[in-house]
């Protein structure tokens, strides 16, 4: 069997850390999830979207530690899932009988649209139209990543791809500290709250 390479068995041990801490609270996320996807404003769609990201992060972590191909490919195509949502092309509805998925890459594109018809600054507006591709261009990489760790036979090539499906959905996801200039669902959350709209109008178009 090829031994991992170091940096991925640093990442695998430091992912397990995390991931003992967020399963603790995992049974509390989804009465938070329901609530915010219940109200149609920008602010609590960026929190749904956030929630959904840190979801996909867990679960690509569960497929880097799985111990069975068959529950690394379960995992693979859980964020596959998460991200393209119900009517993406690779949905696999048998791995999500009960849900409807809005998907990672359909909502940050329903969001980037509503914000684009909101009357902000237009630095403001060009500063969240730029993060918004960015964000998209890092979801469908994180995609690309997990559809290749979905092809592949051996449980360390599959983790590999993980990782960096791991990678682009922190990415995607963002810092929300205020010395942050990368891409990222945080960012648009502290930017939208740091400006207000320009005419003083609401955020719910």
């Given at each position: 069997?090829?031994?991992?390479?170091?940096?991925?068995?640093?990442?695998i041990?430091?992912?397990?850390?995390?991931?003992?801490g967020?399963?603790?609270?995992?049974?509390?996320?989804?009465?938070?999830?329901?609530?915010?996807?219940?109200?149609?404003?920008i602010?609590?769609?960026?929190?749904?979207?956030a929630?959904?990201?840190?979801m996909?992060?867990?679960?690509?972590?569960?497929a880097?530690?799985?111990?069975?191909?068959?529950?690394?490919?379960l995992?693979?195509?859980q964020?596959?899932n998460?991200?393209e949502?119900?009517?993406?092309?690779?949905?696999?509805?048998?791995?999500?009988?009960?849900e409807?998925?809005?998907?990672?890459?359909?909502?940050?594109?329903?969001?980037?649209?509503?914000?684009?018809?909101?009357?902000?600054?237009?630095?403001?507006?060009?500063?969240?139209?730029?993060?918004?591709k960015?964000?998209?261009?890092?979801?469908?990489s994180?995609?690309?990543?997990?559809?290749?760790?979905?092809r592949?036979?051996?449980?360390?090539g599959?983790?590999?791809?993980?990782?960096?499906?791991?990678a682009?959905l922190?990415?995607?996801?963002?810092?929300?500290?205020?010395?942050?200039?990368?891409?990222?669902v945080l960012?648009?959350?502290?930017?939208?709250?740091?400006?207000?709209?320009?005419?003083?109008?609401?955020?719910?178009?």
């Amino acid at each position: 069997m090829k031994k991992a390479p170091q940096w991925a068995i640093a990442t695998i041990l430091g992912a397990a850390v995390l991931l003992s801490g967020f399963l603790g609270s995992a049974a509390h996320a989804e009465p938070g999830l329901q609530q915010v996807e219940e109200d149609d404003s920008i602010e609590s769609r960026l929190t749904a979207l956030a929630i959904q990201l840190r979801m996909a992060m867990t679960l690509s972590t569960l497929a880097v530690l799985a111990p069975t191909p068959v529950a690394q490919r379960l995992h693979i195509q859980q964020v596959i899932n998460l991200i393209e949502g119900t009517g993406g092309r690779h949905f696999v509805r048998r791995v999500s009988p009960q849900e409807e998925i809005p998907g990672l890459i359909p909502s940050a594109k329903v969001l980037s649209a509503r914000l684009a018809t909101m009357p902000l600054d237009p630095t403001l507006r060009e500063s969240i139209s730029v993060l918004a591709k960015h964000t998209l261009f890092l979801l469908n990489s994180a995609l690309e990543a997990s559809l290749l760790g979905l092809r592949q036979r051996r449980l360390e090539g599959a983790a590999e791809g993980m990782l960096k499906a791991y990678a682009y959905l922190s990415a995607a996801l963002g810092c929300g500290s205020e010395s942050s200039n990368l891409s990222g669902v945080l960012v648009w959350s502290r930017l939208l709250a740091s400006s207000p709209p320009s005419d003083g109008a609401s955020r719910r178009p």
